[in-house]
């Protein structure tokens, strides 16, 4: 459906609310479409055509196909100024999630779903674009809405950027939000620097010596190996990080063993390590081989370790952070609503972006408690509370007002 919207200057702060809380409608209509069709990194092909399907019928310039699935909207405004280009970032992703939910816009894809909100991005991205088509009349300068796929990994930030997305024109700035069900609905948190942590990722297998579970001296029991290193990990932020700085070791998987009376041959984990502090990400590559090689040792095991440094830190710039706490000022209104100092050791690939240009990454608040909609990121019944999409327009509208005029 398309939603026809006065073309018309000078409008003051309450009509703007107005407008943007006229697209609610839509903006729910779009979120459960893309909720419903959910997309796994880099196949988000579904997605892509219903965006491009979207920005063709509403006559706005973009180019698609970018680093796999990604798309980016051009919006250029016609008022005479001095042309600053800002970038707002969504990502379009989902993840392999059984939904649970037992509401009508349901993933249909069995094993996929849109459990980290990518869905509710995608749409209040659309209500962006749409809106500042509309009022291509009122700004100068030019925004472009870049849709990235594949922020869960491996990644589709990178690639976009080696693609150009950040070129011609260039962009100045760079802005981006995260639906967020730790904070309520009607909340924004923005904080200058540090913000999210970088993320390094292991797999490890322990290649001992299998046997009778009765004869041990025969054997090399990774089992035993692999329990001491998953001990002796966490002695790594607890005795080589300075305890000011924020980091965790987490070893999400072990496996191994097929029985009561084998000694296991082989055992595999894998592991992420977040960090602020970007001086910490050789401490960990260093000391996460050094104790996993030294376990092995002492056992006489053999192991292979494949260590990567993901995500860097999302560090937000502090004039631009700034002018996002500014806008939420005018759309949350009371500075209660405004978390300054908030920041969480997840990671985000929006921060590849941040390393390029100047730019800052939000939270919107997303849970109500009293409709049940405070299920946490990444959980089967993870759903939000829908009015956060027109909070999240009327953010990037004001965010853009204040940075291109
Ligand atoms: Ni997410």
Redesign the pocket.
Known sequence: MIYTLPNSSNKNLANVRLEIRALQPQLIEWRRHIHQKPELGFQEKLTAEYITQKLQTWGIEHQTGIAETGIVAIIKGEKSGDGKVLGIRA?MDALPIQEENQVSYCSQHDGVMHA???DGHTAIALGTAYYLHQHRYDFSGTVKIIFQPA??GPGGAKPMIKAGVLKNPDVDAMIGL?LWNDLPVGTVAVKPGAFMAAISIFNCTIFGKGGHGALPHQTVDSIIVAAQIVNALQTIVSRNVNPLDAAVVTIGELHAGTRMNVIADTARMSGSIRYFNTDLRDVFESRIEEIIAGICKIHGATYRLDYQNLYPPVINDSEIANLVKNAAEKVVETPVNILPEYQILGSEDMSFFLQEVPGCYFFLGSANAEKNLNYP?HHPKFDFDETALVIGVEMFVKCVEKFLN
């Open positions: 990502d980290c909100g990518h922020e869960e995260h990121h």
